[in-house]
């Protein structure tokens, strides 16, 4: 039987394992103490019932410090707590220019269907730089995507997906991003303003963007990875497809999530694999 119960995970919501869950009564004791396995699960005994404070804590990361609630049966949970990443924890990669790595990087757009599920394509071919500065946040990118490479699983929806009605591929082969520098909002997380042209339109658009780290690869390089995300609405690219299924109700939604796992190799190409 246990007592309190969380789950802990990092800024990007993976485990986070050896993290320490030390619970204390409202005089300063400490009642119980337990740490998070390989799947950021962390249990204490059952405990009296009553109010506690449950401090978090994790190498690397900023402690958190919660109001825990014990039923008369022992237990309670705090749900999923994460940490964010302590600031001098959190090295930025190297000045210089790094390169997309197209293999392992990801763009993935997901729009509304019929008002109430989610479809998802996947762009096959991303390329790109990312040239940082001494200063972080002066560092800028750039990054292109092959529009005809859009992909859902279905031949024929992807085939429309291409077509004039929405990304007019024969005449906007590409959609590109210039961004240009980065904003800090949290130890790992930045927004990066930039210029959009997607479908012969350019507009401003912001991302919100995770770094992951960087550190060497099995190939003798070094690789950073970084995770943005953004909200566009097609029809400030001139995309005006507009069949309803009901009123009000678009068969494709307006509003269109993008996000990106970007890759990139140190240096101004890709090695030779």
Do not use: C
């Not at 790595?101 to 390329?127: N, Y």
């Not at 279905?154 to 007019?168: E, G, K, V």
């Not at 012969?200 to 970084?226: C, I, K, M, Q, S």
């Not at 068969?251 to 890709?270: C, K, W, Y």
């Amino acid at each position: 039987m246990t007592g309190l119960t969380v789950e802990i995970r990092d800024p990007e919501g993976w485990p986070v394992a050896d993290a320490v869950l030390t619970v204390t009564d409202l005089d300063g004791h400490q009642r119980a103490r337990a740490a998070s396995d390989p799947t950021g699960a962390a249990a204490t005994e059952p405990l009296p019932a009553g109010t506690y404070t449950a401090v978090v804590t994790a190498p690397g990361h900023q402690p958190i410090a919660l109001v825990a609630r014990v039923s008369a049966g022992g237990a309670g949970s705090l749900g999923t707590v994460r940490l964010e990443r302590a600031t001098d924890a959190v090295a930025t990669p190297p000045p210089g220019p790094w390169t997309i790595d197209p293999a392992h990087s990801t763009v993935l757009a997901t729009a509304r269907h019929l008002g109430i599920a989610g479809i998802k394509a996947r762009f096959a071919e991303v390329g790109g730089r990312l040239d940082i500065a001494e200063n972080f946040e002066h560092s800028t990118g750039y990054a292109e995507i092959k529009a005809a490479t859009v992909d859902t699983g279905i031949a024929l929806r992807d085939d429309h997906l291409r077509s004039a009605d929405f990304l007019d591929v024969d005449r906007y082969p590409l959609i590109t991003f210039h961004g240009k520098g980065f904003r800090r909002t949290a130890p790992t997380t930045w927004l990066m303003p930039g210029d959009l042209t997607l479908h012969g339109r350019t507009r401003p658009t912001e991302l919100t963007v995770t770094y992951g780290g960087h550190g060497p690869d099995p190939w003798g390089g070094t690789r950073a990875a970084f995770h943005a995300e953004t909200l566009l609405h097609r029809e400030d690219f001139a995309i005006d497809y507009s069949a309803m299924v009901q009123a009000g109700i678009a068969a494709v939604g307006t509003t269109i999530r993008i996000e990106l796992d970007i890759e990139l190799v140190q240096g101004d190409r890709l090695p030779a694999m």
